[in-house]
């Protein structure tokens, strides 16, 4: 862990954090992303998924910052230790996944999501305007339109949709804000 800030007081920010004071986790994201930053670039050794993995960890942080206690541990470990658990879960993650080639993948993604979105047309109570969804969906991009039947019929969520496509997270959240914008738009 690098040298601490010597007047910065982590466990108050912690307790700032879990009475729901944003400006706590503010300080502490100011005070140690940067090098929560360094630790997951070390240990995931792609720049964009360590990206991921702080802004995971500043999320569980606010979120668990009431399980903090003093008396266990020291606050900016504990800190530390959620952005290394993430980290190290991420390479878990990755060492399970099946090599594919890049064309393969996406063959089988585009044929699998269309595949399922034909075969749910009917179980979902939108057959009024299924003839109007089809053809806005044929018109994203395949990986844009794999990425919103991921979600909205695999139920994968964003991460797990990073995973399985190898985009960064902050990408795939983008792809799918856009793609809904632009089937709002066609069947506007």
């Known amino acids: 862990m690098p040298p601490a800030a010597p007047d910065f007081d982590y466990a108050a920010a912690l307790g700032r954090c879990a009475r729901g004071d944003g400006a706590a986790l503010r300080s502490l994201y100011l005070q140690e992303g940067g090098r929560l930053l360094g630790v997951a670039q070390r240990i995931v050794r792609d720049m964009a998924l360590a990206e991921d993995i702080v802004q995971d960890a500043f999320v569980n942080i606010w979120r668990r910052s009431?399980?903090?206690?003093?008396?266990?541990?020291?606050?900016?470990?504990?800190?530390?230790?959620?952005?290394?658990?993430?980290?190290?879960?991420?390479?878990?993650?990755r060492q399970r996944e099946v090599?594919?080639?890049?064309?393969?993948?996406?063959?089988?993604?585009?044929?699998?999501?269309?595949?399922?979105?034909?075969?749910?047309?009917?179980?979902?109570?939108?057959?009024?305007?299924?003839?109007?969804?089809?053809?806005?969906?044929?018109?994203?991009?395949?990986?844009?339109?794999?990425?919103?039947?991921?979600?909205?019929?695999?139920?994968?969520?964003?991460?797990?949709?990073?995973?399985?496509?190898?985009?960064p997270l902050g990408t795939v959240k983008a792809w799918i804000k856009r793609s809904l914008a632009a089937l709002r738009e066609c069947l506007g």
């Open 99 to 167: 090599a594919v080639d890049d064309d393969s993948a996406q063959v089988l993604d585009d044929a699998v999501s269309l595949q399922a979105w034909r075969d749910t047309q009917d179980s979902f109570a939108w057959q009024d305007c299924a003839g109007r969804i089809g053809p806005c969906l044929e018109q994203l991009e395949p990986v844009r339109r794999n990425c919103l039947l991921h979600a909205y019929l695999d139920g994968l969520s964003h991460s797990e949709i990073a995973q399985r496509t190898g985009a």
């Open 66 to 93: 009431a399980t903090f206690e003093p008396t266990r541990g020291d606050a900016r470990g504990w800190i530390y230790s959620i952005a290394r658990h993430l980290a190290l879960n991420a390479v878990r993650d």
